[in-house]
């Protein structure tokens, strides 16, 4: 069972030694784990630069649409001025962006408050049962 990569052979000529082959293996499988490592690392580099990518274009899709919003909003003052005066129609436009700020806030504090504390306490309480569970037995274990 030689090894074609390396052909050096034991004091025998013919075969290796299993010393060697032992050494063979664990040279070929540390630089099989390095190898690997390697194109993990080269992937994940990948992987991030377009995570990166997307993350800043997600952004600025994010602004885009902020700015198209406050061009919406102009638009609802504009109109309103058409049969109201300038400054009354911004006014109502504030006021209601202001309330629905608001409402949205009120919600937003409830889901917050829903999240707190942020200990998982259905995974507490299964761990709690399994430590209980393996106590027990434990006890029952050394009753007998």
């Not at 806030?105 to 507490?124: D, F, H, N």
């Amino acid at each position: 069972m030689a090894d074609v990569a390396s052909p050096s052979t034991s004091r025998t000529g013919t075969e290796p030694s299993t010393a060697e082959l032992v050494q063979r293996a664990t040279e070929q499988v540390t630089r099989l784990v390095r190898d690997e490592l390697a194109l993990a690392r080269a992937e994940l580099t990948q992987k991030g630069k377009h995570a990166g990518i997307g993350i800043g274009l997600f952004g600025g899709g994010g602004v885009m649409a902020l700015y198209g919003a406050g061009a919406l909003v102009a638009t609802v003052i504009l109109l309103l001025a058409l049969v109201m005066p300038a400054w009354l129609a911004a006014l109502i436009v504030a006021v209601a962006l202001f309330l629905l700020a608001g409402i949205l806030a009120l919600v937003g504090k409830k889901q917050v408050s829903r999240a707190v504390p942020p200990v998982p306490e259905a995974a507490v309480r299964s761990v709690r049962a399994d430590v209980d569970t393996v106590t027990a037995a434990v006890k029952d274990g050394r009753r007998a």
